[in-house]
């Protein structure tokens, strides 16, 4: 019997998904300098879901053949934003001050990260929750134990950004509005405000009209805080 090389595991579509998006991230962390705002939290972004990638079907997400489906729908909003400043469109409030801001000399590091992270959550998350309603045709309360493997996730972002991109506590105590930007932004209230957002964005959806205005005042809203954390220093 002639030898024949051992298979390859197949690739689930879950997998290949996850693999497109962080294939994206990667060509994006190649593309933008260091210093880049949207650089900064892609780099952060980019090094969590490449964890996110190792636990799939090993207990972050419930079903692989589904698996990532809000996680994916989340990326891709922000990707989306991206390639709209990339080519000259305005993105969604919510990303504009981070692109507005990116090169700012006078904004930290932490900062960037931060916006993104506000942007992600506060907006974009919300918003994935619908999306992946529609897909899926489910009612919000079918992918809360998603959502709340996905905020795991989120957890394990922001507590990245925290503890590589926070400066040390001497230079804390000298930029004291840099300490009081870091604690006015809180992931939990950020994710119930989501998860509210998303559902109340459900209930409107036969209503087009309200449904684009909310959605519209929610964007607008996490615009505003994101260019409050991105306050130069």
């Known amino acids: 019997m002639p030898h024949s090389e051992q298979s390859a595991p197949p690739v689930t579509p879950a997998a290949a998904v996850l693999d497109g998006v962080l294939a994206r991230m990667r060509d994006l962390d190649a593309a933008l300098p260091p210093r ?3 650089a900064v939290f892609n780099r952060v972004c ?6 996110a990638e190792r636990r799939v079907g090993t207990g972050l997400f419930a079903t692989p053949g589904a698996a990532g489906t809000l996680d994916v729908r989340l990326a891709e909003r922000y990707l989306t934003a991206v390639d709209a400043d990339a080519r000259g469109h305005r993105p969604p409030a919510c990303w504009r ?3 507005q801001f990116r090169r700012h000399p006078g904004v930290r590091p932490v900062q960037f990260a931060l916006a993104g992270m506000n942007a992600h959550v ?3 998350l919300a918003l994935a929750v619908v999306d992946a309603c529609r897909s899926r045709g489910c009612e919000p309360a079918d992918m809360e134990d998603e959502f709340d493997r996905v905020g795991d996730l989120l ?3 922001e507590e990245r950004i925290r503890e590589e991109l926070t400066p040390g506590p001497d230079l804390l105590r000298i930029a004291d509005p840099l300490t009081h930007l870091l604690g006015s932004w809180s992931l939990e209230r950020a994710r119930d405000a ?3 957002a998303a559902r109340a964005l459900w209930a409107l959806r036969r209503l087009p009209d309200l449904a684009r205005e909310s959605a519209d005042r929610l964007d607008a809203a996490v615009g505003f805080a994101g260019r409050m954390l991105l306050t130069p220093l």
Do not use: C, F, Y
Request: net charge negative.
């Open 46 to 51: 980019l090094a969590v879901r490449r964890e």
């Open 194 to 196: 989501a998860w509210s």
């Open 155 to 157: 957890v394990t972002l």
């Open 97 to 99: 001050p981070l692109s």
């Open 36 to 38: 880049d705002g949207i």
């Open 122 to 124: 506060g907006h974009d």
